[in-house]
């Protein structure tokens, strides 16, 4: 075999791909409205910063405990929930 077949030559021999592997490439420059865009992200909001489900006690407790986050609203008194009792 002196050389590879032109028909079989892939990207990696024909040096098209960019850059060694695991390396990135620049990102391409922003457009004048992706710069817009990130311009008002960088801005802070007004007000007062809403806190996050993740921030809060009950999810704190839910972890801890491995158990589901309480859900809004309270009980449903369900007529089929089961009541517990002790055997008499």
Partial sequence: MSGADPEEV?????GSDAGAPGEHLPE????PDERRILAD???PAEGEPITAVEDTPAMEQAVEDDSPL???GGDAD???TPVFEPPS
Avoid: E, F, V
């Fill in 10 to 14: 892939t990207g990696m021999q024909t």
């Fill in 28 to 31: 391409p420059p922003l457009t």
């Fill in 41 to 43: 992200l960088r801005r």
């Fill in 70 to 72: 309480p859900a809004p």
């Fill in 78 to 80: 369900d007529p089929d």
